[in-house]
């Protein structure tokens, strides 16, 4: 079964910077997208950013100018660089693969945590 393995959260300052990294187990035929989610404490899950097959990118309007995704096909790697940290960015952050023709048509990583705080 495919998993997708999140690494690079962890304690920040406010104003500084994190790499977050998903790796899948294996390759995934028929990506369509592909992205990050996060939720903090009392609040619902919200959309991050995502990049599909054309390139095309979103950004929550709440971190667009800071947060920046790519995608490494061959290395099966999805990351989000985050940059100029806010407390209000402080959640749980989760990557998934999203694609066409088979099921299950999710997967999603276990979280990771992104505390900012001074």
């Known amino acids: 079964q495919v998993q997708l393995m999140e690494s690079g959260g962890g304690l920040v300052q406010p104003g500084g910077s994190l790499r977050l990294s998903c790796v899948a187990s294996e390759i995934i035929p028929n990506i369509y997208n592909v992205g990050w989610n996060r939720q903090a404490p009392g609040k619902q899950r919200e959309l991050v950013a995502s990049v599909d097959n054309d390139g095309d990118t979103y950004y929550a309007d709440s971190v667009k100018g800071r947060f920046t995704i790519s995608r490494d096909n061959a290395k099966n790697t999805i990351s989000l660089q985050m940059n100029n940290l806010k407390v209000e960015d402080t959640a749980v952050y989760y990557c998934?693969?999203?694609?066409?023709?088979?099921?299950?048509?999710?997967?999603w990583g276990q979280g990771t945590q992104v505390t900012v705080s001074s």
């Open positions: 998934y693969i999203l694609r066409r023709g088979a099921s299950p048509n999710d997967f």
